[in-house]
Nanobody, 116 residues
């Protein structure tokens, strides 16, 4: 029922910024927590940031102070504003949306490459 579609990835120089978007079909009333994960080459998937329906946020220590997660409930969309990007931020970024009943749905993944 929830089919997230991601956009906004690409290549950026170190110190630059990108904003990722992830939009889902379906009603906002069914979506609880929205999350961003990433998977770097040779690494396991890690949780980057999350935001609850009420707007409470949490961040991985590695991105705290640089990344900001936000959501637009009217558009069923979650955003990840990424500033001061570093080469170690290079990864495939996935959004995830948890709906009522704790079922979750994944975006298709976006490549983010930060050059030094």
């Amino acid at each position: 029922q929830v089919r997230p579609v991601e956009s906004g990835g690409g290549l950026v120089q170190a110190g630059g910024s990108l904003r990722l978007s992830c939009a889902a079909s379906g009603s906002i009333f069914s979506i609880n927590t929205m999350l961003w994960y990433r998977q770097a080459p040779g690494k396991q998937r890690e949780l980057v940031a999350s935001i609850t329906r009420g707007g409470s946020t949490d961040y991985a220590d590695s991105v705290k102070g640089r990344f900001t997660i936000s959501r637009d409930n009217a558009k069923n969309t979650v955003y990840l504003q990424m500033n001061s990007l570093r080469p170690e931020d290079t990864a495939v970024y996935y959004c995830n949306m948890v709906v009522v009943g704790s079922h979750d749905f994944w975006g298709q993944g976006l490549q983010v490459t930060v050059s030094s």
